[in-house]
């Protein structure tokens, strides 16, 4: 019992400071945005900017470190922004959904 208690604090512990980071659309990109200057989309753009910015250098700094099994989650969250700023670019409408939606279908088409 006590190995589950300890297990679920650490885990809490650690998800608590990934959502920190300055990346969209966890809690910490949602402070950098609100931090921004410009208008609401302007600061959209500049953070999608910088949360993409981070995911690729947490994707160097996983693999430069031999942990490449723990790239989905900043690859899929890079995708995300990445997307956003894709359909920002084109002018769609959508929020980048349907660019997000092929990116992930090919994340997991690669997978299999």
């Known amino acids: 019992m006590d190995v589950i208690v300890g297990a679920s604090i650490w885990v809490n512990l ?3 400071a990934v959502n920190l980071l ?6 910490g990109g949602n402070v950098v945005r609100s931090m921004l200057p410009g208008d609401a989309d302007a600061r959209d753009r500049l953070a999608a900017g910088v949360s993409l910015a981070v995911c690729l250098l947490i994707v160097v700094m996983l ?7 723990l790239v989905l989650l900043p690859l899929l969250l890079g995708a995300y922004n990445f997307s956003t700023l894709v359909s920002d ?4 409408s959508d929020g980048g959904e349907a660019a997000l939606a092929g990116t992930c279908v090919l994340a997991l088409e ?3």
């Open 63 to 69: 693999l430069r470190n031999d942990l490449g099994e």
């Open 22 to 27: 300055p990346i969209l659309p966890l809690d």
């Open 89 to 92: 670019a084109r002018g769609s």
């Open 110 to 112: 690669s997978l299999a």
């Open 14 to 16: 650690y998800w608590g």
